[in-house]
């Protein structure tokens, strides 16, 4: 963490804008590189997010040479490093609770066991149940391995997350609205970043448009939203390998 941590800080150091200081020490006062990219989809993890930026910027900047596209390379760490600026302080530990129906299975199938089991963190339990605020990511994994591994040590459960979000202006708009409280973006930054979510971000039809005429003014358009849909999708996803068989 400490590595990647100082990888992002060198690089955002080579940024040399009005301003600029004020957004370093911003990052490192806020959870920029302690908070998870996600929830549940990607990266969702503590530092998930310093660490999707960091794929993105390198993706980026392989992009950028391989097609030979004039794009400063301030553009390239402002747009890799900025563009999901909308998650800082974002992401609350903790998680959703699980649903009615999850608690009450959930303690049938642990009162089916009798005994307590060696390796339980009793901080989930109370008088003997499962407590009613158990994430519902962590309920379904121990209702799994109640019901078809009992036999197995208890399984190791990840951090949850939910969302808390005190800013709700939108995603690529909020990253936007958060960068340019602290520096000038230029025109080609603020077209990427706005709409480095693709298709996944139309509001109503008239945003395809809006997004088609973007990538049309700026190739960093497309760079960026590929860049970023490649990160989340095969560097930073759980299956690795391609079933060829399939």
């Known amino acids: 963490m400490t590595d990647l941590r100082e990888i992002i800080i060198d690089l955002w150091a080579r940024v040399d804008r009005p301003g600029m200081p004020y957004l370093a020490h911003f990052l490192i006062d806020s959870d920029y590189y302690t908070a998870p990219c996600s929830t549940k989809h990607h990266l969702a993890k503590p530092g998930g997010l310093a660490e999707h930026s960091l794929n993105v910027y390198r993706l ?74 158990i994430p519902t990511g962590n309920a379904t994994i121990l209702i799994d391995w109640l019901k078809n591994r009992p036999q197995d040590p208890v399984p190791v459960l990840p951090i949850a997350y939910s969302v808390e979000d005190k800013l709700p202006l939108g995603h690529g708009e909020k990253s936007l609205s958060i960068l340019q409280d602290f520096i000038k973006l230029t025109d080609h930054e603020k077209l990427a970043i706005r709409w480095h979510m693709g298709a996944w971000d139309f509001s ?18 497309t760079l960026l939203s590929t860049a970023d849909f490649e990160a989340g999708n095969i560097l930073e996803s759980e299956v690795s390998e391609i079933d060829a068989g399939n």
């Open 204 to 221: 109503d039809y008239s945003g395809r448009w809006a997004f088609n005429n973007a990538c049309k003014m700026t190739p960093l358009v």
């Open 60 to 133: 980026l900047c392989e992009k950028v040479f391989r097609f030979g596209v004039n794009v400063p390379a301030e553009s390239v760490i402002i747009c890799g490093l900025g563009h999901d600026l909308c998650k800082v302080n974002f992401y609350h530990e903790g998680g959703e609770p699980c649903s009615d129906a999850q608690f009450s299975y959930l303690n049938s199938l642990w009162g089916q066991r009798g005994r307590l089991v060696e390796g339980m963190d009793e901080k989930l339990l109370e008088d003997g149940r499962f407590k009613r605020s």
